[in-house]
């Protein structure tokens, strides 16, 4: 293998791709040609740095300088200076808080602990050799050929670990569950379709680190006697679908995936499917109707997917983080995995914060941390200055916070985080529009399949849209708080019965402004227009 | 691949050529490049320097470039640094003699006395 003296890391997430970063790299591969370093300088494309709001990113090793902003005309003057003469190009260079394996210039950001994203953003994803360099495949190694099924799931249960993506039920469960119901076509599916708005971690860690998925997923396979596994992933997700892709393809290749697995007599494969874009299709057993050709619509549980999933068979169905879990706890042991976190939160929480925030991006820290370290030590607080109102705590399908809690810890005893997703919402919004664009969204993934869902989402929306009118009346707030109880109880999957949830929570902590639109008809943040209905949109 | 000792292979393998990426002590050889430098023939020495330890296999070395120290008319410059060591400077560098001063002073732990300008 030949000696690189220098190593620039690209980052291709899809943010930085959205801002250029394809043809900066395309642009530095021939500088770095016309320069004749080519032999010298090796560029590798990775996944994303987390810092994508000044992208285009790239890292020069060995130096560890990060460049931000980097734009096509710059790459000749990073070349000439940096590459070449081993001068800093110090106008590019980023210097606020990263994450402290990017670079070793900058600080490193607080309390961060990377467990599933310790290979993003250092490693070529594209690469099987790099993933396998960092230890990769090791623990599907060591589960195939050191340990039996039983001992795998075992480990699972005694980590502590529960599923990130939102519901939090104990994945060791799951797969025994699935592990112990008869039947003789097992299958293992991977929840990729992240469709919740405000949610963006696990598109990190497939763009990033594809393999660790590939590899969980041949665990998971052997633990619950699988030998088929399918990646449920949203459409839209384009750069995952081909890094995805081409993990699968390049570790068939490799034999890692198909028959007899490194001699273990365990046969395993994955099929990539791609979503079409309905949000229903997040909810597990509308993504088993998906998968299985038909309309997405959830079904009646029980029976739960462990015992009748895919085409009747038991199936597992994991979200992509907790997945991304699996490799490390196998390779680590159950107890280094239950030493991180809180009592009964094991492990780390990929949060992503948006919204009114300074720095956008996706932060991994242990159960414990508060609201407050990740939305102002590491989001870099409120744009602006202003101050906090809300927090939409997994997205709109979660609950909603004032900053009264903001000291409170994320776990699943405190504060749930729910799949990660912060909305921050600033002082100058108003609850009753931000609550009328979630039902907006519910109203139109609603799969109109029970009524509870089907009409409660379009009434909410129509309540919240009168109020921001000015057209409401004085019992409308308890109108919408039984329609919304209602709907929690009778909705026939998490959907409808989560469609609420935000509007119940906000509530209480904000039940003056929500007065003041309902009966005296006036907006406190002057967001909405207040002209008695007569323009508002037709419902 | 058929067992975990391919796999392991690989890794070891692909390792060696990451060892750029994490920042532990180890040597590093220093290539001054300023335009002196490069006039007097720095990348042609860069380029000895890389070739010979492609050659050995070396790969616990930090290759990296530094602009004019000043010393303009005994450029070439290479300097050398090694954990626990002084940092040596090498001066009117040749390929040739930059491939000794990989053999010598990298690998044999022995300073070619005679091309050095200082040591500190």
């Known amino acids: 293998m030949p000696f690189y003296r220098a190593h620039v890391l690209v980052c291709n997430g899809t943010p930085c791709i959205l801002k250029g970063s394809r043809a900066v790299q395309t642009a530095l591969v021939d500088e770095i040609k016309k320069k004749g370093l080519e032999n010298e300088i090796k560029v590798v494309e990775t996944g994303c740095l987390g810092i994508s709001e000044v992208g285009p990113v790239m890292v020069v090793y060995p ?72 230890g990769g495949y090791e623990a599907m190694g060591k589960a195939l050929t050191q340990m039996t099924p039983l001992e795998v799931i075992k480990a699972v249960k005694d980590s502590g670990l529960r599923g990130r993506g939102g519901a939090a039920f104990p994945t ?33 860690i497939l763009e990033g680190d ?72 997040g909810e597990e057993t509308a993504l088993l109707e998906s998968l299985e050709g038909t309309r997405g619509e959830s079904r009646m549980k029980p029976p739960y997917p462990p015992t009748s999933g895919l085409h009747g068979q038991p199936t597992v169905i994991n979200n992509v983080e907790t997945l991304a879990n699996i490799p490390q706890i196998i390779a ?76 409170r810890q994320f776990a699943f005893e405190d504060l749930p985080p729910g799949a990660g997703a912060l909305i921050v919402i600033d002082e100058d919004k108003c609850i009753v529009d931000i609550m009328q ?61 989560f469609a609420a949830t935000a509007f119940r929570t906000s509530l209480p902590l904000f039940e003056e402004e929500y007065r003041a639109h309902v009966v005296d008809r006036v907006c406190p943040s002057g967001v909405c227009k207040m002209n008695n209905g007569c323009e508002s949109e037709v419902v | 691949m058929k067992s975990l000792e391919d796999l392991r292979r690989i890794r070891e393998q692909t390792l060696e050529s990451m060892k750029i990426r994490d920042n532990a002590a180890k040597c590093k050889i220093v290539v001054a490049m300023g335009t002196c430098g490069i006039a007097a023939g720095a990348r042609e020495v860069m380029s000895a320097i890389l070739d010979e330890l492609n050659k050995r296999g070396i790969t616990e070395v ?59």
Not at chain 1, 102 to 116: I, L, N, P
Not at chain 1, 367 to 375: A, N, P, S
Not at chain 1, 450 to 479: I, M
């Open chain 1, 63 to 134: 130096e560890g300088i990060t460049y931000c902003g980097v734009t096509v005309n710059d790459v000749p003057t990073i070349v000439e200076e940096h590459l070449l003469k081993g001068r800093v190009v110090e106008r590019l260079v980023y210097k606020e808080r990263t994450a402290s394996h990017v670079s070793a210039a900058a600080a490193s950001r607080s309390r961060e602990q990377r467990v599933v994203l310790k290979n993003v953003g250092s490693i070529d994803p594209t690469s099987i050799e790099e993933y396998i360099a960092v």
């Open chain 1, 437 to 497: 664009n979630c039902a907006k969204f519910f109203l139109h993934e609603s799969c109109g399949q029970c009524v509870p869902c089907r009409e409660g989402t379009k009434r909410l929306y129509e309540l919240f849209t009168w109020w921001q009118g000015g057209a409401g009346s004085p019992g409308d707030l308890a109108l919408a708080q039984s329609l919304g109880d209602v709907m929690s109880v009778s909705a026939k999957c998490g959907l409808g019965q």
């Open chain 1, 172 to 204: 060791g469960l799951k797969w025994e569950l699935t592990a112990d119901a008869p039947g003789e076509n097992k299958t293992i599916v991977c929840n990729a379709d992240e469709g919740e708005p405000g949610n963006f971690k696990d598109r990190l």
């Open chain 1, 210 to 281: 594809p393999h660790s998925i590939v590899e969980a997923m041949i665990i998971a396979g052997y633990a619950i006697g699988a030998n088929k596994g399918y990646v449920y992933i949203r459409g839209e997700y384009h750069q995952s679908v081909s890094h995805l892709e081409r993990a699968i393809a390049v570790a068939r290749e490799m034999e890692l995936l198909g028959e007899d697995i490194l001699g273990s007599r365990f046969n395993f494969d994955i099929e990539v499917f791609k979503g079409a874009g309905a949000y229903i299709c």
């Open chain 2, 62 to 120: 930090v290759v990296t470039q530094t602009g004019c120290k000043g010393l303009c008319e005994q450029e070439p410059l290479v300097d050398v640094c090694k954990p626990d060591q002084p940092t040596v400077t090498y001066g009117y560098v040749t390929p040739e003699k930059a491939r000794t001063i990989v053999a010598q002073h990298l690998v044999n732990d022995s300073i070619v006395g005679d091309w050095v300008v200082k040591t500190q």
């Open chain 1, 332 to 407: 680590n042991g159950a107890e280094w995995f239950a030493s991180i976190g809180t009592e009964k939160s094991k492990g780390t929480k990929i949060f992503s914060p948006c919204g009114d925030v300074l720095y956008p991006g996706v932060y991994e820290v242990p159960f414990g941390t508060t609201m407050r370290e990740v939305i102002y030590e590491m989001a870099g607080g409120i744009k602006s200055g202003k101050d906090l109102k809300a927090v939409l705590i997994g997205g709109p399908s979660g609950i909603c916070i004032s900053k009264e809690d903001l000291d």
